[in-house]
């Protein structure tokens, strides 16, 4: 069997087998809560569901002696739900390391011992990654002497793309994975940061980013919230606590200017049960 990289680029995922040859595939998503049981977590985990084959792909950035169970795990669990589809398991390593781990392809216990595919991207000819569109933001991973060269070539077939949602998605998850190995002022240096940010990968990050900040700031401003009150009245009950966590920003800080005329804690559950 030969060996696959795979990459996802909007609907379609790209791979690259060796000898060279790309090619598109339509895909769906396949979400593991469909495999039942409790979640596993990993690096990156994407179960694609492409015509009769189920592509299984773990994105590492570090080794983990889990990875052998958890692709064992993952083949059983697909095995239990779809029995009659083909599964191929691919680990994707993305930073160099020497640890044995990154070598090791099976699971192995007693009675049972299940194979999948590992690819470490060093090791990778940089030609082989500069097929297919999809593939472009792993050539700057893949085996090169001169990173800022061939982040430079990448950055050049980029501008020839000519659908523009594909191109600015391309730049942005090269920019993202360039992170990995280069410093963020040389990226900068040679990536047009223009097409970057029109990305739709960029925009979720950043989105991503706003939704953390504000739920972070919510929780800060409820942890204040409470302090006040607890100083003026002592320990709440449980369930006053969880009713101003649950609170919007507005409510706390209107909550914060009518707690002054507070004198007892009837006064502070009175609020919340007129403000729902």
Request: charged share 20%; glycine share 4%.
């Amino acid at each position: 069997m030969n060996t696959v990289i795979v990459f996802v680029v909007g609907s379609t995922i790209q791979t690259l087998a060796t000898p060279a040859m790309s090619r598109a595939i339509a895909l769906t998503q396949l979400s593991p809560s469909e495999l039942s049981l409790a979640p596993i977590r990993a690096d990156s985990l994407i179960l694609l569901a492409a015509q009769s084959v189920i592509l299984h792909l773990e994105f590492q950035t570090q080794p983990d002696p889990d990875i052998p169970f958890r692709m064992a795990d993952y083949r059983l669990r697909v095995f239990r739900r779809y029995p009659q589809v083909h599964m191929r398991q691919v680990v994707i390593y993305l930073k160099p390391t020497r640890s044995e781990l990154a070598q090791q392809t099976t699971f192995t216990i007693s009675g049972l011992r299940h194979k999948f595919e590992v690819i470490r991207l060093w090791e990778v000819p940089v030609t082989q990654l500069q097929t297919a569109p999809g593939l472009l933001p792993l050539s700057i991973l893949g085996q090169t002497e001169d990173k800022p060269k061939t982040l430079q070539e990448v950055a050049d077939q980029i501008e020839q793309l000519p659908d523009r949602t594909e191109r600015n998605n391309v730049a942005a998850t090269t920019f993202i994975l360039a992170g990995l190995v280069l410093e963020k002022a040389v990226i900068q240096q040679i990536l047009r940061e223009d097409i970057v940010k029109e990305s739709v990968t960029y925009q979720d990050i950043l989105q991503q980013g706003l939704q953390q900040g504000l739920q972070q700031g919510l929780q800060r401003e409820a942890d204040l919230i409470i302090r006040q009150l607890q100083r003026r009245f002592g320990s709440l009950n449980p369930e006053t606590e969880a009713q101003v966590r649950s609170l919007s920003i507005d409510q706390l800080e209107t909550l914060g200017v009518a707690l002054l005329d507070f004198t007892q804690v009837i006064d502070v559950e009175n609020w919340l049960d007129q403000n729902p």
